[in-house]
Nanobody, 115 residues
């Protein structure tokens, strides 16, 4: 069964850093686009950052310069390095894999930034 499993969330103070990881259990990681999304309470899920199979990245405007998405094909893992965290970054962060019509989501990992 194909799975995306996130880890690395937690509680951090304003200005702190966290590194999220997402491991994919399937066989199409090397040709799929990966992304991180987040959903805060009462809000819609929003894109944080994406990375193509070739390594091209795209960030939501408020995250560029603070967050870095990367991937390790050998480990089938995508990372999200988050620096200079703000209370408004508090949300459940979800990993996503897309290839053609395939669209997989992880279970989410909670990130809480205290003020």
């Amino acid at each position: 069964q194909v799975q995306l499993v996130e880890s690395g969330g937690g509680l951090v103070q304003t200005g702190g850093s966290l590194r999220l990881s997402c491991v994919f259990s399937g066989s199409i990681f090397s040709i799929a686009s990966m992304g991180w999304y987040r959903q805060a309470p009462g809000k819609q899920r929003e894109m944080v950052a994406t990375i193509t199979a070739g390594g091209s990245t795209h960030y939501e405007d408020s995250n560029e310069g603070r967050f870095t998405i990367s991937r390790d094909h050998a480990k089938k893992t995508v990372f999200l390095q988050m620096n200079s965290l703000k209370p408004e970054d508090t949300a459940v962060y979800y990993c996503n894999l897309r290839w053609g019509r395939l669209d997989y989501w992880g279970q989410g990992t909670q990130v809480t930034v205290s003020s």
